[in-house]
């Protein structure tokens, strides 16, 4: 994602779903300025506690975000749990918390657009032509995808990373 950033580092970055902060606390200590974005309390305070950034507790489905405020997001295993009848709302609101040619990496575990509870969490698995279909329509431009981990057979990838930029 950061290499398709345009502009100089360092960059507002917006962590969808941080958890327990792992990944602010790395792109903190590349010199960045993330900020998390938690819906569960336990876990934004963790975040807030583990890598000292500023974190805002929301739930995905009512979203505050400011115009404009990021030059990315970065969303590894969160839209999934977004149901598809509200992914375009969602993805329409991320793209306007970016600015002009803002950068959004999403990975998620993909599969054949089924969705539902599993475990006492809901999950929207979308296989990668109707993720597509999604993002473009919220206004991005794909700039890469790619199945993870590498090196393994695509059976044994479960995730599908995308990067695309703010049209």
Not at 92 to 109: C, D, M
Not at 133 to 138: D, H, N, Q, S, Y
């Amino acid at each position: 994602m950061l290499r398709h950033i345009p502009g100089a580092a360092p960059f507002s970055i917006l962590d969808l779903g941080c958890g327990p902060g792992r990944d602010l606390k790395a792109f903190a200590a590349l010199g960045h300025a993330p900020v998390g974005l938690e819906g569960a309390a336990r876990l934004a305070a963790m975040a807030r506690e583990h890598s000292g950034c500023e974190v805002w507790e929301q739930d995905f489905l009512q979203l505050a975000l400011p115009d404009q405020r990021f030059d990315g997001v970065f969303a590894n295993a969160a839209l999934f749990h977004v149901p598809a009848r509200e992914l375009p709302r969602v993805l329409r609101e991320l793209h306007a918390t970016l600015k002009p040619g803002g950068v959004l990496f999403s990975s998620n575990p993909h599969g054949r657009n089924e969705e539902g509870w599993n475990r006492g969490r809901y999950g929207a698995y979308h296989d990668l032509e109707t993720w597509r279909r999604f993002v473009a329509a919220a206004g991005f431009a794909e700039l890469e995808h790619y199945y993870r981990p590498p090196g393994l057979p695509r059976e044994q990838q479960p995730w599908l990373a995308t990067v695309w930029r703010k049209a």
